[in-house]
């Protein structure tokens, strides 16, 4: 995602849409969990203590999945 990424702009295109998050804790365990909306995805994300080393958010739109990288998360996370 570029500088001018706005997790607000997202969350308000995006917010309904289901979304799959795929985290690594170490580089022994990947987790793919799937939620209803994509307030529900970042929800999880925030309680996760500590956060996972690599973290990908997809948004299901369109028929297709929208990757979302660790610094458009960390956005996610901050603002919604």
Known sequence: MSENFSAKETFAIYGESETTITFTRD???TEEMT????RDAVDHLKALDPIPLKIV???RAHGR?????RDSVAK???EL
Do not use: G, S, V
Not at 35 to 38: G, P, S
Not at 65 to 69: C, G, K, L
């Open 76 to 78: 996610l996370m901050q």
């Open 35 to 38: 939620f209803a909306t994509m």
């Open 27 to 29: 580089e022994f365990y």
């Open 57 to 59: 958010l997809y948004i």
């Open 65 to 69: 999945d929208i990757p979302f990288d």
